[in-house]
């Protein structure tokens, strides 16, 4: 068998192939990660939760069946976010209130994962309920960048994009509502995808059709991400709104070799300021799909009501799933979420409906730009990683923002338009952090999508610069 730092080091479709050969197990594989967790994530607290013991149980049944109807990860350990149920671990959603919660029966995501053979080994940490792209709560503590302890991983799936950067992890589970798959995967140098609606089945929640949050992959390269939605995706009938999987995989269509003819770059979708150094960045990175022949234009769809509508419809969200939280454990709620809550129960019907009407104009208009570009590319985020200090960030380029969520516009107008979206590593600031650029296509168009990652990923020659070891900031 390959040394640890091997299989570390080994991607994930790597890693499958040597479970399907009989190379490794899942059982060394836990070995592996359970000493990897040990030696680097006291430093960055990305997995607080370890649920071992239960990994093990479900690897030896898994092992009973034949290598070969062992689902498609073959055995493949995955961690996930502590906002999401496991059967008989604990769940605490990053808040006081839920510390010792365990939970009694596993979401349909995590049903959906184990049967295609995923073997769940940890919870990775998230901010109090999702709340804040950045990743600290009472219960844990803060997640580390790995590129720089001094800075955040951001949110809220940055125990996932910590644990993919550090090496504990091939592949993760992450949910994203503002941002929070791509936002960490921009911070972490790994990448992160927002599906379409519907992709991935999951347990309802509050409403049938609460669909601002989707479940989506996160993995340190294109392929390795294609794979994991490939074992994510599918419909399920107690989600009304799932999809059926594709004929083709979105394994075979980020290795198909299909490029984009002709891609839109906007630094700022016309609605928020940018750090210039992150501008220059993404930029330079979009411009070099011209050396493949794709023609390159700057443009974007008409987004200008997205703070309105984002702010509307995400207070909305927290007043139904958290107002009864308020009446009984404010004492225990962080002052964002509070709120975000108190946002929420003040709105109109005429403002909800409002913001849904915006919601389907920016759609409409999003659709009809996918029929000029294939792709649309932006930052994924409109700073580099902040000091892990900040609960946000106040202020990007001389503008002061009014709230803690306003910095995440150019992820959530993304949302709002119902969009898939990834974000690709394309670059290093000058202090050495990594940079990420947001990749978006038309609804349900994830396999265009993730071709025309795949073929940037290629000529941006990042691939493999994680995992890394934690480093002390400079």
């Not at 502590?82 to 009694?104: C, H, W, Y």
């Not at 996932?160 to 950067?165: D, M, P, R």
């Not at 580099?384 to 150019?410: M, S």
């Not at 691939?463 to 480093?471: A, C, E, N, S």
Request: aromatic share 6%; charged share 20%; hydrophobic share 45%.
């Amino acid at each position: 068998m390959a040394s640890d730092q091997e299989l570390v080091r080994a991607t994930a479709c790597a890693i499958v192939d040597k479970l399907n050969t009989g190379e490794v197990t899942p059982l060394d594989l836990l070995d592996v990660l359970e000493r990897r967790i040990a030696e680097v994530d006291g430093k960055v607290n990305a997995l607080p939760t370890l649920c071992f013991d239960r990994a093990r149980d479900h690897a030896k049944t898994l092992m009973k069946k034949p290598i070969g109807d062992r689902g498609l990860l073959a055995g493949m350990p995955i961690p996930i976010k502590d906002l999401v149920n496991v059967e008989g671990v604990r769940m605490t959603q990053g808040s006081p209130i839920f510390k010792d919660a365990i939970s009694e029966r596993s979401d349909l995501v995590v049903e959906h994962l184990e049967n295609t053979g995923g073997v769940v080994y940890a919870k990775s940490n998230t901010p109090e309920f999702g709340a804040g792209a950045n990743t600290f709560n009472e219960v844990f503590g803060a997640t580390l960048n790995p590129w720089d302890l001094s800075r955040s991983a951001a949110g809220s799936s940055g125990g996932a994009a910590v644990a993919l950067a550090t090496g504990t992890a091939w592949l993760a589970h992450g949910t994203d509502m503002g941002g929070s798959l791509r936002n960490p995967a921009s911070f972490c140098g790994i990448v992160g995808m927002r599906p379409s609606i519907g992709r991935v089945a999951h347990t309802p929640s509050a409403t049938i059709d609460r669909n601002l949050t989707v479940h989506g992959p996160m993995a340190r390269n294109v392929e390795d991400l294609a794979l994991l939605l490939d074992a994510m995706s599918g419909e399920h009938p107690a989600d009304p709104l799932s999809l059926p999987v594709p004929q083709i995989s979105f394994l075979s269509a980020a290795r198909s070799g299909n490029k984009p003819k002709r891609i839109a770059y906007s630094p700022d979708l016309g609605i928020t300021p940018v750090d210039p150094e992150v501008a220059a960045i993404t930029r330079k990175a979009a411009s070099r799909f011209a050396e493949a022949g794709v023609i390159v234009e700057e443009a974007h769809p008409d987004l200008r009501e997205a703070h309105e509508c984002f702010h509307v419809l995400r207070a909305f969200d927290f007043a139904m799933t958290k107002a009864a939280l308020l009446r009984t454990k404010r004492d225990l709620l962080k002052p964002e979420v509070i709120w975000n809550i108190e946002e929420g129960l003040r709105l109109t019907v005429e403002q909800i409906a409002r913001a849904e009407a915006q919601r389907v104009e920016m759609t409409a208009r999003t659709v009809e730009f996918f029929k000029t570009y294939d792709l649309l590319l932006t930052p994924a985020t409109i700073v580099a990683p902040f000091p892990i200090g900040n609960r946000y960030v106040a202020e990007c380029a001389g503008k002061k923002f009014d709230n803690y969520v306003e910095w995440l516009a150019i992820v959530y107008a993304i949302t709002l338009a119902c969009c898939p979206a990834l974000s690709l590593p394309c670059g290093f600031t000058a202090s050495g952090l990594p940079v990420g650029l947001q990749m978006v296509t038309a609804p349900r168009g994830e396999a265009q999508l993730l071709a025309g990652a795949k073929a940037l990923e290629d000529i941006l020659g990042l691939r493999g610069t994680t995992p890394i070891d934690p480093r002390p900031a400079p």
